[in-house]
């Protein structure tokens, strides 16, 4: 009798430098730019993980720019 139990494929969720976050097969070789964020599971596992933690979708540099500028623009009445 064949085994009928499947294995449920592992993600690892991933980082790049600007702080965006996606999802990447366990069994591949991370892409260049990206490192793990510290959650592996199943993949509604890491998008609900993603979802939590990504709150922000604007890159990083994007972010920083936007909060230099309203500290160096004067306080509005």
């Known amino acids: 009798?064949?085994?009928t139990q499947t294995t449920e494929e592992l993600y690892h969720v991933v980082?790049?430098?600007?702080?965006?976050?996606?999802?990447?097969?366990a069994d591949r070789p991370l892409p260049a730019g990206w490192s793990e964020a510290?959650?592996?599971?199943?993949?509604e596992s890491c998008l609900a993980h993603i979802g939590e933690v990504w709150t922000d979708m604007r890159p990083r540099s994007v972010?920083?720019?936007?909060e230099?500028?309203?500290?160096?623009?004067?306080?509005?009445?």
């Open 15 to 25: 980082v790049n430098d600007e702080e965006q976050y996606s999802l990447w097969a």
């Open 68 to 77: 230099a500028a309203a500290a160096a623009s004067p306080a509005a009445p």
């Open 1 to 3: 009798m064949a085994d």
């Open 63 to 66: 972010r920083e720019r936007h």
């Open 38 to 43: 510290g959650h592996t599971g199943s993949k």
